[in-house]
């Protein structure tokens, strides 16, 4: 068994589900072609044994048996088989048969019968050849004489002929269901997995040529077309994947070689300097050094912010917790004041709990900060307010975003025209609202009247914290 189940599994699957057609179809056939040969036997020996119920044996027949018993002449010469066989039962199992009929061995019923326990029994027996018969045995009693029984009998090759014809009938019949069956399957199997065949060229094809455009049609509702769409979807995925990930690589390239080019610059200067002896002025050497040093803490924020973009887009920040955001905002806030210490910062904060990876959520708050200090001119006010309903706003005074350049601020590496020359690589945005959206929030940056932007941030959250305190971001009372 283990075997032929090993070896059907190697089968292609065409040919399995043909087989498996072919089987069921089989048994199906067998089942009611059984059933139909026992009830039609079951039909055939009722109707039997009714007509030996409706049958009585001539009363010439019994008194030329009856004779025969007189005169000794018992058993006589058997003759052919009639339609029935009548021969008398005694008590003490004698039997007188008559010239017409086939004697029948005699059962304990029949004895039963002619002693008066029983008044009728039906049964069956053979006669003294081999025959099988049907027997119905009656009591007769006459008066002043002993009581004898009268058994009629049928042959029961009858019904076996009709059945034998029955059996042969329904087994062609059995074999031609099983053959078309086969051949059903086969191409049932063949029609309904045409679609999976195209399925699998294409999966194949992309395989082989990393062809990711390849689209499949998917017509119906059925498992097939399902499967189908979901192979597109995916190939769409991957392909939109694949396209993000050499964009990303190749804005990077850009983005990079600007600080690596300058860096360059300023390494070979000093380079030639030591080489040929010739010194720079302390003051241009202090200023290559800064600038040195500039571009080597760009690169470190590049470095940091292509980290946190190689991370999958699905939502996976690590463990999430209970924080308050009011004092992540309050941690934010005192970077953000030590990289414009000449900003004033109106801070309103109300409590406010949320469910986000307390580093994360900090490092977007910064990045939203650092952008307004970075627009905010010399001795600016810069407005921080947590509303009682979870808003978080930020305003700077700035030169404002222009309407056309807002539907890209949140694009990976885009830069406005007028911010081109400030520090910076364009990925903060970006950065910020990857990881809002991994907690479920949002944020949006419109124009402020009076000039500047307004940064806007919503997470849900809730301003009272749930009765354990643990992990939000704040000791418990």
């Given at each position: 068994?283990t075997s ?12 399995r ?15 009611a ?16 044994d ?28 058997p ?5 029935a ?103 049932v ?17 992309v ?23 979901s ?27 600007t600080?690596?080019?300058s ?7 000093l ?91 900090e490092?977007?708050l ?51 025209p ?33 000039g ?24 418990a009372?």
């Amino acid at each position: 068994m283990t075997s032929l189940a090993r070896r059907l599994r190697t089968l292609p699957l065409r040919s399995r589900l043909a087989m498996l057609v072919a089987t069921a179809v089989a048994v199906a056939v067998a089942a009611a072609a059984v059933a139909c040969w026992l009830l039609t036997r079951a039909q055939l020996e009722s109707e039997l044994d009714n007509s030996l119920r409706n049958t009585s044996a001539p009363s010439n027949v019994v008194q030329s048996a009856l004779s025969l018993c007189d005169r000794g002449q018992n058993p006589p010469t058997p003759a052919s088989p009639g339609f029935a066989y009548v021969q008398i039962v005694f008590a003490d199992g004698t039997r007188c048969v008559d010239a017409g009929s086939q004697p029948v061995k005699v059962q304990p019923s029949d004895i039963d019968v002619a002693g008066g326990e029983q008044r009728d029994s039906l049964h069956d027996s053979t006669t003294d050849n081999g025959a099988p018969v049907r027997v119905r045995t009656q009591l007769f009693r006459i008066p002043g004489q002993q009581p004898y029984a009268v058994s009629i009998s049928r042959p029961l090759g009858e019904i076996d002929a009709s059945l034998n014809r029955l059996a042969l009938l329904l087994t062609a019949v059995a074999g031609a269901g099983v053959i078309g069956a086969g051949a059903a399957g086969l191409w049932v199997a063949r029609t309904g997995l045409r679609p999976v065949d195209g399925l699998t060229r294409a999966v194949e094809h992309v395989a082989r040529t990393e062809d990711l455009s390849l689209r499949i049609p998917a017509e119906g509702e059925d498992e097939i077309a399902r499967l189908s769409r979901s192979f597109n979807s995916m190939t769409a995925a991957l392909a939109s994947s694949r396209d993000r990930q050499a964009q990303l690589i190749a804005d990077a390239g850009h983005e990079l070689r600007t600080p690596l080019t300058s860096l360059r610059t300023n390494v070979e200067l000093l380079a030639r300097s030591d080489e040929t002896g010739r010194a720079i002025p302390p003051e241009d050497r202090t200023a290559l050094m800064a600038s040195v040093k500039a571009q080597m803490t760009e690169l470190a924020s590049l470095i940091g912010d292509l980290q946190e973009l190689s991370r999958p887009d699905a939502p996976d920040p690590g463990p999430l917790q209970v924080v308050a955001l009011h004092t992540i905002v309050e941690s934010a806030l005192e970077r953000a004041r030590l990289r414009g210490p000449d900003l004033t910062i109106e801070v309103t904060l109300r409590p406010w709990y949320v469910r986000a990876e307390p580093a994360s959520l900090e490092r977007a708050l910064v990045n939203v900060l650092d952008n307004a200090v970075k627009f905010s001119p010399p001795g600016a006010a810069i407005e921080v307010a947590l509303s009682a309903q979870g808003e978080l706003t930020v305003r700077d005074h700035g030169p404002g975003i222009p309407p056309e350049e807002l539907p890209h601020v949140f694009e990976r590496f885009w830069r406005s025209p007028s911010a081109r020359a400030l520090p910076g690589s364009g990925l903060g945005l970006s950065i910020v609202a990857r990881t809002l959206q991994q907690t479920g929030g949002e944020i949006a940056l419109r124009r402020a009247a009076g000039g500047g932007t307004v940064a806007a941030i919503r997470i849900p959250g809730a301003p009272t914290p749930p009765p354990d305190r643990t992990g939000y971001g704040e000791s418990a009372p």
